[in-house]
């Protein structure tokens, strides 16, 4: 028997990163093509800060959409 609570967080939680998949698209290439270009000996350093700033910018990207999305979902009160 499916919980139709758990079945509409599973939904939610889908369509979260589905959105984020594209929300973060840009960073995520761009720390692809940043660790092909550094030479193992440079991959940390510059380059790793870089990919941290590039993931917290991600992360900054996530918590957005999610506070986004809980403001659509709650109800005025009554």
Known sequence: MHDPLATQQDGTAEQLADELSQLVEAELLEM???LQDAEPATLFG???FKIRDLALKSARKAYQQRLAQ???VTKAPV
Do not use: D, L, S, Y
């Open 46 to 48: 510059p380059t790793e």
């Open 70 to 72: 809980k403001k659509t």
């Open 32 to 34: 692809v093509r940043t």
